[in-house]
């Protein structure tokens, strides 16, 4: 059946059960044993090392296997080639490998797999977004489905977290784990790791200097709605007290009205009774 654009998901569950960051602490948890080993291993049994250790799994980086000195003695016996397998683990991928097949050992089907995704992460390192036809080429796979099978194992096995785009043929890939670095990248890395921590200082400066701005901002409208709070009750208070004052006089008119009238009316009836005697 085709499959449909998605992620890959088990049981309901993104396929990432692990993050990438997990799974490169099991990896380097897993080398500890391969190192202990390494104290002791010459000859023979450090070339079997060094295969137990490109088999292991869960095991993706190599450097410090690189720097013991079972390890470098290799490089001065015949076995030297496992040496140079073993740098194309740590630092280079499957194209390394088949520019090189003559002449290093070869490579069993779990190798042969890891090699592979551990190619995927470098492609990922360079881009996110990794065309199915450079996947093809880099991997030396002979069809998509049997490219989308080594995918979805990198996804399952928490090397790469990403999504197949089957529209697009093309991997989006979110996050992947941390691959070993040569001694002679170290200062470009440092570089950019000082560059990155500048920039993330100058955006902290930035966010803080908004902040004061927002907080002064926020004083100044408290301070403005309390003085226009204050004027208005002051105005409040005139506006009662001159309704109050001007009522005063009218009433007092009004009094003074109903007052004469009174007297007006009482000096009309006595006329009346008077006019009335007479008669």
Known sequence: LPREDHE?????KPAMTDDTSAASLQGSQGLQQFLL???TAKGPAAVELV????SASGVYVFG?????????????????????L????????YSDYKAQATTLPPLTGPQTTKLKHLTIVTLAAKCRSIPYSTLLRELDTSNVRELEDLIIEAIYAGIIQAKLDQRNAQLEVECF???DIKKEKLDSLIEKLEHWCSNCSAVLQAVEEEIARANSLKADSIRDQEKMEQESKQLRQTLMKMTSS??????DQQFA?????TKKGIRGSALAQKVVVKK
């Open 51 to 54: 295969k137990q250790a490109l």
């Open 257 to 261: 009205g109903q007052k004469q009238s």
């Open 8 to 12: 890959i998901t088990l049981s309901g």
């Open 246 to 251: 001007s009522m005063e006089p009218e009433e």
């Open 86 to 93: 073993l740098e194309i683990f740590a630092y280079g991928t």
């Open 64 to 84: 410090e296997l690189l720097e013991t000195e079972c390890v470098k003695d290799l490089s001065s016996e015949s076995n030297n080639g496992y040496v140079t």
């Open 37 to 39: 080993l390494a104290k």
């Open 177 to 179: 784990i941390g691959r």
